[in-house]
């Protein structure tokens, strides 16, 4: 604060880490006639009559020491698990009390959850399959293990165990060999599905109470519907030839999407979840990606994005600035760049508005909560990390406060932000919504 005349001046700009794009600080003007000696009485009165420093909007709860490459995950209930040095513990996010240590594991690439189990597919060099372990969530206690790479998928606790291929990029959505479905609790082999070629493999959620299902788009232009209780094939159809990978075919609303070459451009086409058969075709216009926003499928291109209902097609709203999308629970992050490395603002999926400014600003990767989202900033050259709290209904993210030089890679929980140090640290803060 500074006085210039009888005008006082609070700037909280640029030194608390706010973006450039950020409205300047706001002046409180008070009258020209306004003694200065009165002003400083009042100032004073006010300071003095301050109680206690309030409580920071971030505050370390515990730290952990762990290894550059050691894996960690949040689960849903409020837990952190961490691979420290090959032990494998679970902690309480709110106190940092121990839970549970499995004992010296495998060091593993991530640590994924599943049907209350912990799947760990160990680090490896070549081409050897280093197979999965599973280990369960509630105590720690190991379950099984079995070759291949085991995967879930999302709203259906039966786990799937298939064989990715490599691409030069690394591994693809693309899977060849036998599709097998394996008992959470023993690790055995429910049913299998021969893919003698390879296929695109995908989870999709069928109508009112059906549960998820299993969908293989084959090389041969075959897509098919498998029950994942039996292995059944439930439908079948041709559908146009297409690349297939990475995102291609997109389940949305559980609406099968399909971009491929019509004539004479590019097309997309709709396919009913149960009976596959064909819904509509309509030209792209320019479009490349497909990705979930709410009930609604935006279609990304050069000239923007568009919003259609995955059902009709029909367009629901446009964004010409838009290239990318994210979601982060129940927050959608739209992107000026296709690669989302531009993050632009938290928007309203279904009408396509936008709710809060992220201009420079990154969203926190997890689940923080139905209402709102973290992000941060570097300032001072990457030298510090800015936290702030993104919430509708406030146009700005609202800023909590930095992190200690050094600290990156960070996941949000709901209260808590985990993030690595550069001194060998895993470090879990509280946070609140400062005001």
């Given at each position: ?320 600035d838009w290239r990318g999308l994210q979601q982060f629970g129940n927050m959608f992050v739209a992107y000026g760049s296709t690669e989302n490395t531009r993050p632009l603002a938290v928007i309203d999926p279904d009408t396509g508005a936008s709710e809060v400014d992220l201009t420079g600003w990154r969203p926190v990767s997890g689940t923080v909560g139905e209402d709102h989202l973290l992000v941060t900033r570097s300032v001072d050259s990457g030298g510090r990390t800015m936290v702030a709290f993104a919430q509708p209904g406030e146009r700005q993210p609202r800023l909590l406060g930095p992190l200690p030089d050094g600290t990156g890679d ?26």
């Amino acid at each position: 604060m500074t006085v210039q005349g009888n005008t006082v001046v609070i700037d909280l700009g640029l030194e608390r880490g706010e973006p450039d794009s950020y409205d300047s600080p706001r002046r409180s003007t008070f009258p020209g006639w306004f003694p200065a000696a009165v002003l400083a009485v009042l100032v004073l009165a006010t300071s003095g009559a301050s109680i206690a420093p309030a409580k920071p909007a971030l505050s370390e709860v515990f730290s952990l020491r762990v290894g550059p490459a050691d894996a960690y995950a949040i689960t849903d209930d409020g837990r952190l698990l961490a691979q420290t040095f090959g032990l494998l513990s679970a902690y309480d996010l709110s106190d940092g009390e121990t839970q549970w240590e499995a004992g010296q594991t495998a060091p593993a690439f991530r640590l994924r959850l599943g049907s209350g189990l912990v799947l760990m597919r160990p680090w490896t060099v070549g081409s050897r399959d280093p197979g999965t372990t599973a280990i369960a969530l509630t105590d720690g206690g190991p379950r099984w293990s079995r070759p291949g790479n085991v995967v879930t998928l999302p709203g259906s606790p039966t786990l799937i165990s298939a064989q990715p291929i490599r691409n030069g990029t690394g591994v693809s959505r693309r899977v060849q060999g036998p599709v097998e479905a394996i008992d959470p609790a023993t690790g055995s082999t429910n049913w299998t599905v021969d893919v003698p070629s390879s296929a695109v493999l995908l989870g999709l959620h069928g109508p009112g109470d059906s549960g998820t299902r299993m969908l293989l788009v084959h090389d041969d232009r075959t897509m098919a519907v498998h029950d994942l209780v039996t292995g059944a094939r439930l439908a079948t159809a041709r559908i146009p030839a297409a690349d297939y990978d990475p995102a291609n075919p997109t389940v949305v609303n559980g609406i099968i999407l399909l971009r491929h070459p019509g004539r004479p451009d590019m097309e997309f086409s709709a396919y009913d979840p149960v009976t596959l058969r064909n819904l509509w075709s309509q030209p792209a216009r320019g479009s490349f990606e497909v990705d979930p926003c709410g009930v609604l499928a935006c279609l990304t291109g050069p000239d923007g994005m568009r919003a259609i209902d995955p059902a009709t097609g029909d367009v629901r709203w446009t964004n010409p600035d838009w290239r990318g999308l994210q979601q982060f629970g129940n927050m959608f992050v739209a992107y000026g760049s296709t690669e989302n490395t531009r993050p632009l603002a938290v928007i309203d999926p279904d009408t396509g508005a936008s709710e809060v400014d992220l201009t420079g600003w990154r969203p926190v990767s997890g689940t923080v909560g139905e209402d709102h989202l973290l992000v941060t900033r570097s300032v001072d050259s990457g030298g510090r990390t800015m936290v702030a709290f993104a919430q509708p209904g406030e146009r700005q993210p609202r800023l909590l406060g930095p992190l200690p030089d050094g600290t990156g890679d960070c996941q949000a929980a709901p209260e808590r932000l985990v993030c690595r140090s550069m001194y060998g640290q895993l470090v879990v803060w509280a946070y609140g919504k400062k005001g």
